[in-house]
């Protein structure tokens, strides 16, 4: 049974090369099209799709209100966002929201397949984007840890210590 994916995205082009690209797989069928998240809310009552290919910047409802909808009506279903930005705090803040991937919009077909195929066996897709972007936000919380603050004291106050 193929993969059912959806697709999300305001530019029209966009999803008509992901399609074209898409129907070279036999393992993966492309079930509905929205071009604002809205409309893939409205679908998803619907139709049940084990991948939703997001955009972020869409009119009426982008791609970062829509996902936590996503999460309440498909709690299964694998979210890969697409985008042009490729800002480290932006993918953490998807990541941790419920996405299970980040691709940006130059990523290769081969590359989406893969990502696609990834996230339904096996929940997420990382790639060298997404590592370290995540990485950087680890970091970033661990250094805002309240016992990571450094202290200067007087002699005086280290000797009351002891």
Do not use: W
């Not at 982008?62 to 498909?74: A, H, M, N, S, V």
């Not at 195929?117 to 590592?131: H, I, R």
């Amino acid at each position: 049974m193929p993969i059912k994916v959806a697709i999300a995205d305001d530019h029209a082009l966009f999803r008509a090369g992901v399609k074209t690209a898409l129907s070279a797989k036999k393992d993966v069928e492309l079930i509905a099209e929205a071009d604002n998240g809205m409309q893939l809310l409205n679908l998803l009552r619907h139709i049940e799709p084990d991948v939703i290919l997001l955009d972020i910047q869409m009119p009426i409802m982008d791609g970062i209100q829509t996902l936590p909808e996503i999460r309440k009506l498909r709690p299964n279903a694998r979210v890969i966002i697409l985008s042009m930005h490729n800002d480290h705090s932006m993918i953490s803040k998807l990541m941790e929201i419920g996405a299970n991937s980040y691709l940006t919009k130059n990523s290769d077909s081969e590359t989406i397949y893969q990502a696609i195929k990834t996230c339904y066996e096996q929940e997420f897709f990382f790639n060298e984007l997404t590592n370290k972007a995540l990485l950087t936000g680890l970091r970033t919380k661990r250094s805002d840890l309240p016992g990571q603050i450094e202290v200067n004291l007087s002699e005086k106050e280290m000797k009351v210590l002891k």
